[in-house]
């Protein structure tokens, strides 16, 4: 999954002038602007790297006479203690960049070290992790990369990917059927129609109705199992709603295609990765 260069360089400036404005008073007053240093970044806990170059990018965009050395790559398990990457370039730039490179490159992965364990957990069953739409502003793209370094999947990247019909979208549609119906007169044939269902009664209208794929929301994991054998294969099924760690090996056990965890992006703890002056 390569990101646009010119996407990623969006995000990284934007988040650039909201930390450095137009003067660092640290930095500029302290460091002469000709010196030079290295630094390096290291792990400070067990995880899936992400971002690494986007986190270089960032002092790419300051320092067009930075250069790195990598040692680490997107996607690879690291240990406490692991070089991730050596790198050189102007002091005070480097000093200006740390913090919005660490800040992306720790919540990259972070995303990116939950979905690994989140893939971990349902080994040897039939469920695929998923993100959802539940990502920060203006980072989706990042948070959704991220999880695919961690082994997950991609959910819609945004409301043009596909026709989710929600429980508010079905109660202002009036109904199921009729919601499907009327999608199905007007929709191209690449767009698949997911509908969230909230018991069993509503499992049976979406597979009547004819949806693709059917979200089995909040549902115990009974009433998920009885519902995967209502569909029995006639669309894809996906849990979804308060799923967590410590609950989502039983969920995968139900037989459901797809678990969809907002938490890898809306709520995930940052990996630990601090940068480091070599003295």
Do not use: W
């Amino acid at each position: 999954m390569n990101l646009p260069q010119f996407y990623v360089d969006d995000i990284i400036t934007r988040a650039l002038k909201e930390d450095i404005n137009y003067v660092d008073v640290a930095s500029d007053y302290l460091i002469p602007e000709s010196q030079r240093d290295e630094a390096y970044f290291i792990a400070k806990a067990d995880g899936v790297l992400c971002g690494l170059s986007v986190a270089l990018r960032t002092f790419e965009l300051l320092d067009n006479t930075f250069e790195a050395k990598i040692y680490k790559q997107d996607g690879d398990k690291v240990q406490k203690g692991d070089l991730i990457a050596e790198f050189s370039g102007k002091t005070v730039l480097l000093l200006k960049g740390e913090r919005t490179a660490l800040n992306l490159l720790q919540h990259m992965s972070g995303i990116a070290t939950a979905t690994a364990k989140a893939v971990e957990l349902v080994e040897g069953t039939n469920a695929q992790i998923t993100d959802t739409r539940k990502t920060l502003p203006g980072m989706r793209a990042l948070q959704k990369y991220a999880v695919v370094c961690g082994g997950g999947k991609n959910h819609r990247f945004n409301l043009s990917d596909g026709a989710m019909l929600k429980d508010n979208h079905i109660d202002a549609g009036g109904g199921i059927t009729n919601a499907v119906a009327a999608l199905r007169g007007k929709l191209g044939h690449m767009v698949k129609i997911e509908v969230e269902t909230r018991n069993l009664d509503e499992v049976h209208e979406a597979v009547a109705a004819g949806a693709d794929i059917i979200m089995l929301d909040n549902m115990p994991n009974d009433m998920m199992r009885e519902a995967v054998t209502i569909i029995g294969g006639k669309a894809k099924t996906e849990a979804s709603g308060g799923i967590t760690l410590e609950t989502l090996a039983e969920v995968a056990k139900t037989g459901v295609d797809i678990i969809s965890l907002g938490a890898l992006t809306h709520s995930v703890q940052a990996f630990d990765i601090s940068m480091r002056m070599k003295k």
